[in-house]
């Protein structure tokens, strides 16, 4: 079964459900996303009553607001129970703690970080809420002196982010500081299927431009990547299957590889794949692999014929968000056209509501080895060069 709901839903999703006829239920939100569409309704009554009969039932979500729902129909459920561990990071940390002992990790209300003591606290340190979702109010904190800073952009993002999220999606007044994890980041698409066995959909490496960056600008993979750290995810999805039963059950997992095949779990969003229908999108258009389908299906990706066919390549998922100083008042629309030819291989141009979403949309795209001064350009862009500002009379 599926559960949509807002801020976006692909039509690569729509498509999809539409094809394989996969229950989707009924939800409000659900019926006015696929108008429209011919669909495999199943009531939210008989959604409820097949989950309690089997809780294994595979479900998938597209949106963090998709929670709330399984929150309020089956708040005592297997399924809720899962969800919480993984949504809450602080629960998380206490549920692989053993694993990493030596690592930092304390809890905090909003209202008490002003005055929280931390001279004494490991640095450098993260802060983010313990239900988060992409890059709020995350912070890299190097030392004592950046505090108060830090705190103030916290308050201003979580007032700006509190009409578009709920709290289910990230926390308004709780918040995790957590040792800062050194190595490159990656983010993975995964599940586990009807018998405990985890299957990896994609993984992509996440760039940043600078040691305090944050954003999610760009992602890329390929065949080096996907190879590479395969054995490392899977001993880790393994890992995690021994301490919690997980069963039709997909996941999209932040690590950071702290050392050549070793890594370090950052975060893990139950239920889902990279949020905005990104990540999964992007491995169809990538590798062809429709990873919903692959996910009801129980199937598993062929990577030596995916690759065959996709030597030297690197495909990459570029947010464009507006880190610039141009208020977004100002800005007439963004030229989404100017944006691709600056592109060797565009594969998929995706414009969303910035209102809902709080981006203009995701550009998909290829690029040949030798070629990948055109992601650098875009890691550090404002993005000011693709936006069209209102003319306002003098």
């Not at 939800?27 to 294994?56: C, F, Y």
């Not at 479900?59 to 809720?80: A, C, D, F, G, R």
């Not at 239920?271 to 990540?279: A, I, K, N, V």
Request: glycine content about 4%; proline content about 5%; hydrophobic content about 40%.
């Amino acid at each position: 079964m599926i559960l949509l709901d807002y801020p976006f839903v692909s039509d690569f999703l729509k498509e999809t459900l539409v094809r394989n006829q996969f229950p989707l239920i009924a939800t409000q939100e659900a019926m006015a996303i696929m108008i429209g569409h011919r669909v495999n309704w199943i009531s939210s009554e008989d959604a409820i009553e097949k989950l309690q009969k089997d809780p294994l039932t595979p479900v998938y979500t597209n949106s963090e607001n998709s929670i709330k729902w399984i929150q309020e129909h089956l708040p005592n459920s297997p399924l809720m129970d899962k969800i919480r561990v993984f949504k809450n990071k602080f629960r998380f940390r206490q549920l692989v703690k053993a694993l990493y002992p030596d690592y930092f990790f304390k809890a905090a209300q909003l209202d008490e970080l002003e005055q929280m003591d931390i001279k004494r606290f490991p640095f450098p340190f993260i802060i983010k809420p313990v239900v988060g979702f992409f890059s709020i109010a995350v912070h890299k904190v190097d030392g004592p002196e950046d505090w108060s800073a830090t705190v103030a952009k916290i308050k201003q993002e979580i007032e700006k982010s509190s009409g578009l999220y709920p709290d289910t999606v990230v926390s308004q007044t709780e918040f995790i500081l957590e040792g800062y994890i050194s190595g490159e980041e990656y983010a993975f698409d995964c599940y586990f299927d009807q018998h405990g066995r985890p299957v990896i959909l994609n993984v992509l490496h996440h760039v940043f431009k600078s040691e305090v960056d944050v954003s999610d600008r760009v992602y890329s993979s390929s065949q080096e990547i996907i190879e590479r750290l395969s054995p490392a995810i899977m001993e880790f999805l393994e890992g995690i299957g021994k301490k919690i039963d997980l069963r039709n059950f997909p996941l999209h997992i932040e690590i950071r590889e702290t050392e050549p095949g070793k890594i370090i779990p950052i975060e893990v969003n139950p239920m889902r794949f990279g949020g905005l229908c990104t990540t999964a999108d992007l491995t169809w258009f990538a590798y062809g692999i429709n990873s919903y389908e692959y996910f009801f299906q129980s199937k598993k990706p062929d990577w030596e014929a995916v690759f065959a066919e996709r030597k030297d390549k690197q495909y990459s998922l570029i947010l464009l968000d507006n880190q610039s100083d141009v208020p977004q008042g100002d800005i007439a629309y963004f030229d989404f056209n100017a944006l691709a030819r600056d592109f060797e291989n565009p594969l998929h141009v995706r414009e969303v509501n910035m209102g809902q979403c709080g981006v203009f949309g995701f550009l998909f795209t290829e690029t040949s080895k030798g070629n990948e001064q055109e992601l650098t350009e875009i890691l550090h862009s404002d993005l000011t060069k693709y936006m069209v500002l209102k003319e306002f009379s003098k």
